[in-house]
């Protein structure tokens, strides 16, 4: 499953991106898909996961409130809409996939097994 990750950019404290995570892959739409965001120097973190067919979605404590991830199986997409977004926000964006066998939606890094290759967002402030 290849997974792309696109929307990122510079935006000022308190503005909004939507970040698109878009697979060509047939069966993308059988699989959880999560966002984890990586800053220079640190690890690699949960940001947000949705189960296959929407209708679960999970968020990082820092995040809830600000970010809302959605998909559209009919495009193949993911998406993260991020509001309010504060400069701790900054890092590169990464979405990925696993196919979810029975279970709550993951939030460890791990347990995904498809990744994209990550869009930059930086927030100034």
């Known amino acids: 499953v290849q997974l792309q990750a696109s929307g990122g950019g510079l935006v000022q404290t308190g503005s909004s991106l939507r970040l698109s995570c878009t697979s060509t892959?047939?069966?993308?739409?059988?699989?959880?898909v999560g966002w984890f965001h990586q800053a220079p120097g640190k690890e690699r973190d949960f940001v947000a996961a949705i189960n296959w067919n929407g209708g679960t979605t999970a968020y990082a404590n820092s995040v809830k409130g600000r970010f809302a991830i959605s998909r559209d199986n009919a495009k193949n997409q993911v998406y993260l809409q991020m509001n309010s977004l504060k400069p701790e926000d900054t890092a590169i964006y990464y979405c990925a996939a696993y196919q979810n066998r029975g279970g709550t939606i993951a939030s460890e890094r791990y347990v995904y097994d498809y990744w994209g290759q990550g869009t930059l967002v930086t927030v100034s402030s």
């Open positions: 892959n047939s069966k993308f739409s059988f699989y959880d």
